[in-house]
Structure formats: C-alpha cells, structure tokens
C-alpha cells in the first residue's frame, strides 16, 4: 500500500480502504465495508479526482455493473479514469450482488444470470434471496448515505452495463430524488419480459406479477412519467444478446415516448456487448452526467 | 465469434484469429501462432485502426509486457486504444514469454521472475532454457516479420513495461534498423545488476559475463552509442520497485549522457508500478511514437 495517499476517512468510519493508486489527476480506491442490507461484506472501487482529495465538492457518478462482474471490471477495463480526472468527477462502482464469504453463506445458483453476481439491484422477498439480496436498499439508502458522508460528492448520477443498465434505469426512475441524471449502455430495457431477468424474478419475487412489473425499467418509466430533460442510451448494433431478445431496447424508447422522457438512443455500427464497447462510448456518458450536474 | 470483422489474413497464413472486437474507430484483434523461435504456440493481440483494416499501412508500435503479464494485461488494462484510434495507430502485444501446454512442458521455476512471464526479451544460451526460451529472436525476427507480412505495417517502434520496458530499450538499441522508435514505462534499466536480471541472466546465461552484458539495456545503450534522435521514458516517483533498486532509472540517464543519447526522462509524482500509473501516461508514448514515424 502506497503512502502518497490523500483522502482521509471519517472518524469511526465504517469504511475500510483496500487499495489507492495514482491514476491521471487523481486516485483509485477501493474499500470493503460489513452492510446492513446485504448482511455481507460488501466492495466497491470509488475514482477520486485531485478536487475531490482536496475537499472540493464533485459531481459523481454511480455504475451498475451486469452479470457476473464484480467492481472490477469496469475499473480495470472501461477507461473512466482520464475523463473523470479531466473534469473532476467522482466515479463509483459497487459490486453486482452480496458474495460468499468465509463467514457467510450466501444463496446462489449455477446459472449466471440468477444469484451471486446477477441482484438485479432489486429486493427480493422470497427465501432463501430475501435474506441478503436486497441491493436496491443498499444502492439507493445504505452506499448512498455512506457515499455521501465519507467523500466530497456534490450530487450523483447513475448509469450502468446490461443488467447494470437496467438497474440506472430502474433506480434512476423510481429514485429521482436521489439522483440527478441516468443513462445506461446496452441495457436489459424490461427484465420481465427478458429471458435472463424472468429466471431471476422469479427466483427473486415467486409469482407476484406486481413487484415483477414495479422492478421492470421500462414500465417503470412508462409509469412514473418523466424525470429528467434528457437521458443517454447507447447500444452496440452487434450485440449479440440484442439479437438474442435479452435486452429489448425498443420497448424502451416506446416507454420513453409514452413518458415523455426525452431519450438520447444511439446504437453503434460493428460493436457488440464487451467492454470494448463501453470504453468505446463511456467519455459521453460522463460528460451527460457532467452537463446534468452543472445545469442544476 | 462477431461477423463484422474486416481484416483478412494472407492464404496459408500461421495466424489463427482468436477474438475480434469493435473498439472505438478500429478492431482488438487476438492471435495465435505455432512459433518456430520458442517451439511453442504463442498468442499476441493487435489493435488496428479502420485505417489499417482499410488497407492503408499505418506505424505500429510493439508493446513489451512486465513480469507475470500475458497479452491480456496491457490490452485491458493501459487504456491505448482510444489514442490509437485517434491517430491511426497500430498496437501489438506479445507475451512476456512462452508457455506451457496440454502439447508442451515448457521450464519453468518457482520465482515470478525466472521462467515464465519472465523472459526478459533475450535468448537463452543455458539448459534447460535454451529450448523454448528465444524471445529476442521470437521478438524482432519471427514476430516482426510476421506482422510485416500479415498486417498493413508502415514502421515499427517498440516500447514496454518494467522488465518490457528493459526489453524497450535492449531491443531497440540492438536492432535500431528493425525499430523507428523507443520509450519506456518504469523500464528495469539495468537488468544485469538488479536482482531480478541477475536471478534470471543466472538461470539463462550461466555464468558468462560477457553475455549479460550483452542483454543489459544500459550497457548495451553505452556501447552502440546514439541511434534515436529522442527516446521517452516515464517513471512514477512513488513507485516501490525503484526504491527497492530493481529499476536503477539513475544508470540508464548515465548511459544515455555517455552515448548522447538524447533522453526525456519523466518522474510522476505519487505514481507507482502499476497500470493505473502506465494508462496515465501511455497516450504520450503512443504520440512519441507517431511523431517519429512521422519524421521518417
């Protein structure tokens, strides 16, 4: 562990720092904490750029990672970091689901887009889930208040990959008092009605169609109205999973048009669903976040 | 496997194409290849610009990876592609060293620096290494001709990282007619007097001096005089590994004063090893390497 290292913790924080590294105009960091809502440990990787060390306030932003990623994935692999140190913006990234530990058996399934690594970012009331996937609260009440108290953060923006798409989606709808802007990258648009997120509801809510449809970002949106002036969608044109109908992105600009959410949907010639693609398009999506935060 | 993916190979070709994904104006490519060099298959990545996908030959520049990475490493994680996109650039990725399969029982050795991933970029003389371990000739003959004869290849200049970054500098200053440009990132500067060089010139040349001397960056930089009319090389100032003395930044800049060599030598503050720190500073190597090729 390095010791050129700037942001200090609050006293009694419940926060514990695994990592920092220099990177461009800032530092990247990772923390641990033991979670109220998931009763796990949970990580996260948190990009802080030199004003946020400083004590200056900075727009965040928040992203929801997809199925079976971890905080990872995105910090190593979608190129966040040059634009966040350009122009000074916090970017965070949470973990997909509660995880097993030495101290703690968490259910899981053998299907990847079901369990450990696939929460939907949804609370689950059937057992054996109910118990510890209950990442909606510990999105949007437990690292949102912690967030908040332990790091310089002016306001927050959510976006997300795949079922991270979907989770900015449906967080940033139900939420928008909690957050400022959305966007997603090649979302799941309707989890209810994808193949992926009916195994997982099912699993998560049993048969109640209701908390089905009230966890579903398209109808969500198509419920709630508008919520913000514009938000940002891309989607990789290759991608084999649109294809396949796991993300069914047309019902999303049919719920943003019934809405009438602006939506800004751009799909990408030749990309598919990697984070080739993600590194391809992030810099826009920070840059809507950094615009929204600076028109309020 | 996508289908949008444009780059054909030569008929016969010894490439196999392992992977091909959009990313921003161009394609991440994988490949692998039986290697006569090191009697082993041995798998490279190569990110080409539209402009080379199009047929128009570009500069490249080959990218020598640190102990214990593969290909995988540096093409995740350093963050190249977006510059490279830009500005029409290729970017090759070898690995560290070859490997052992189902088919092959390559030596190895219990130290992360001997053996495999740590090749140091030169061509053993002793057993049981001399069988697999010719990495300077898998470099700068089977390689480089390779990639001549299969990709649209203007020039070639050669940079790399830590024990890369040694290889940068060896390689370049060898075979100064094969390469158009050198750079560094936290380059082990003197590999026959740091403890890792010393470890494994042990292992791969015996006790024959004159050969370590031979495969050390700074030596070699000393006795062949100027070849470059600038080389650039980065090194974080917070980073571990300079103070423990395995990088000895201090000789190469003597060796260059003795060679008039002319040298950019840059320490970034609270920078460490990592690649947080190489993705910091790697689109002003790729933007060395362009203006060189430019020149010629």
Redesign the interface.
């Known amino acids: 562990m ?4 700037n942001h200090s913790l609050s006293a009694n924080s419940k926060l514990t720092q695994i990592s920092a ?4 105009d800032g530092e ?1 960091h990772y923390y641990s904490h033991q979670s109220s809502a998931t009763k796990t440990q949970m990580t996260f990787s948190i990009y802080l750029p030199d004003e946020a060390l400083a004590g200056h306030r900075c727009p965040a932003v928040l992203y929801l990672s997809g199925l079976t990623c971890n905080a990872d994935n995105v910090t ?2 979608a ?1 966040f ?2 634009k966040c140190s350009e122009l000074g913006m916090i970017f965070i990234a949470p973990d997909t689901s509660p995880r097993s530990s030495e101290d703690n058996d968490v259910p899981n399934d053998e299907r990847y887009f079901v369990g450990q690594g696939a929460s939907y970012y949804v609370d689950a009331t059937q057992a054996p889930w109910a118990e510890n996937f209950n990442m909606q609260s510990y999105i949007v009440d437990e690292l949102y208040d912690l967030l908040r108290s332990e790091f310089s953060i002016d306001s927050i923006g959510v976006t997300g990959h795949s079922m991270g798409g979907h989770g900015a989606l449906l967080l940033g709808f139900k939420f928008p008092s909690k957050f400022i802007s959305v966007s997603a990258l090649s979302p799941v648009c309707s989890a209810s009605e994808s193949a992926w997120g009916q195994a997982a509801y099912t699993e998560y809510f049993g048969d109640d169609d209701d908390l089905k449809s009230q966890a579903d970002a398209a109808k969500t949106i198509e419920a709630v109205g508008q919520q913000y002036s514009m938000i940002l969608v891309d989607q ?1 044109a ?1 991608d ?1 999973f649109l294809a396949e109908g796991q993300l069914q992105t047309a019902k999303l600009q049919d719920a943003c048009e019934k809405a009438k959410q602006p939506l800004t949907l751009r799909y ?5 669903h ?4 993600i ?2 398009v992030i810099d826009d999506h920070i840059e809507h976040h950094w615009r929204m935060a600076q028109l309020n």
Chains 1, 2 share one sequence.
């Open positions: 390095n010791n050129s290292y590294n220099r990177c461009f990247q190593h692999k190129h970091q040059k990789g290759a084999n990408q010639a030749g990309h598919d990697s984070y080739y693609f590194q391809s």
